[in-house]
């Protein structure tokens, strides 16, 4: 029973994909039978295996499971987002890497994170700590910037259309303000 | 430049300044009759908009609140397209004097900068401001006068001449936050000359500093660190003083 985990976050991520197309063709129904398939599979796995309700369950095995979850519903929302056009593909990218890391590090621990904790000699706890605060980091630092570029436009756009306006309302005969400038003098 | 009010037009960055809009206006269409007038409406709630109208100013109007730089950034635009040879910013408040404007063109015309900053420290102008405050524009100044490589004696002053070169400039970029500083550094770095000429400012007729008890803080280390990123930017050369001379409007 060692890849329990595995097997179950597979089951998972199969029948969420299924219940994710059925949503989107539409078949509510199909979508609510893939959720309820996937419901019980947790439920009767967690039920024959030992591990999930043992005592001897340790630290690390309830944190990759809380991990795994949490960047599962992150990419979903993120995807679901998505699709419902409230979010860019390109702001959709970061995030869904950093779902993904995340959940190949819930499922895999013992490979990058464990050359991570080896040369750096932290706890479990702390290596996935600091990747996962490596990623929103980066995500909102990309946030930062992107913000700024928005607010540079805004500002943009707002000048032009004060610009514009004034001069729509000389065109239309308002009071323009007095002398045209005559021919410049050298400066 | 002897007929400058032909020429020039006078900018005003305008948020929330309805009651001391009107008399600043009639004071500088009294002052100087023909004078152009553009008042930008950093998007007010009162009536400013109405009351810049009715004194005879042309109003931009911002649909949104961009602070003092960009409703500057709008002003200059503005006085570029228009054809106007100088620029002349006041506060809508009412603390620089339409007055002393023929003594910042007299400055102008007997340094040749490019831009000329009215001082309340240079002479005796006299404005007698908290200890605080005074200390933090100390430090600014000497700060900006080692970016400047010349004596700017008053670094967050807003009564500023500014001649066609410039705007051009200007109306490329602009600082969007506490702009006047920071533009001063700009312009040497691009290689323009700015000077100042000595204005005894007025107190206050109405509404209050952008920079409060609680913001100065913010504002000093705001301005610092603007100032010291400008320093590790490179010089734009499309906005150089030598490049915007023949006309190029970028």
New interface residues.
């Given amino acids: 029973m060692k890849y329990v985990l595995e097997i179950l976050g597979g089951l998972l991520v199969l029948v969420s994909g299924l219940s994710f197309v059925a949503l989107r063709k539409r078949r509510r129904w199909l979508a609510g039978l893939g959720l309820l398939v996937g419901v019980t599979l947790v439920l009767v796995l967690s039920g024959i295996t030992p591990d999930l309700t043992a005592a001897r369950v340790t630290m690390e095995l309830k944190l990759r499971v809380v991990t795994g979850l949490l960047s599962f519903l992150m990419l979903v929302a993120t995807l679901e987002a998505v699709r419902r056009t409230q979010m860019h593909e390109r702001y959709a990218l970061l995030w869904v890497a950093t779902g993904l890391v995340i959940l190949f590090f819930a499922l895999y621990p013992t490979t990058i994170l464990a050359w991570l904790q080896r040369i750096t000699g932290m706890q479990y706890v702390t290596a996935i700590i600091i990747v996962i605060f490596a990623f929103l980091l980066l995500v909102s630092f990309h946030f930062s910037i992107m913000l700024s570029r928005s607010r540079d436009d805004a500002a943009r756009l707002a000048r032009r259309l004060a610009l514009l306006e004034q001069r729509l309302l000389e065109l239309e005969g308002a009071p323009r303000p007095p002398a045209a400038p005559p021919p410049p003098d050298p400066l | ?1 002897e ?1 400058w ?3 020039a ?1 006078v900018l005003i960055p305008a948020f929330n300044e309805e009651a001391s809009l009107g008399p600043l206006l009639d004071e500088v269409t009294a002052l100087f009759p ?5 008042v ?1 409406n950093d998007c007010s709630g009162d009536g400013t908009v109405a009351m810049a109208r009715a004194h ?9 609140n ?1 602070g003092v730089g ?1 409703a500057m ?2 002003g200059f ?2 006085a570029c ?5 100088y620029a002349i910013r006041l506060d809508g408040d009412g603390q620089h004097p339409p007055a002393g404007i023929p003594q910042l063109f007299a400055t102008m015309r007997e340094t040749g900068a490019d831009v000329v900053i009215g001082s309340r420290f240079l002479g005796n102008g006299g404005v007698t401001s908290s200890r605080w405050r005074s200390l933090g524009i100390g430090v600014l100044s000497a700060l900006l006068s080692f970016a400047c490589r010349q004596r700017i004696t008053d670094p967050t002053s807003g009564f500023q001449l500014v ?3 410039a705007l051009r400039f200007f109306s490329a970029t602009y600082p ?1 936050n506490y702009p006047e500083p920071e533009s001063l550094a700009l312009l040497t770095r691009q290689g323009f000359g700015v000077a100042e000429a000595p204005v005894a400012f007025r107190v206050r007729q109405g509404g209050c500093s952008s920079i409060g008890k609680r913001t100065a803080f913010y504002y000093a280390l705001t301005v610092i660190m603007s100032l010291l990123v400008d320093r590790a930017r490179a010089v734009d050369p499309r906005l150089a003083r030598h490049a915007l ?1 023949g006309g190029g409007v970028p």
């Fill in positions: 430049m007929n009010t032909q020429q037009i023909g004078l152009a007038i553009a930008i005879g100013a042309a109003v931009l109007d911002l649909p949104c961009l960009g950034q709008t635009a503005y397209a228009r054809g106007y040879r001649n066609a070169i969007a001379v």
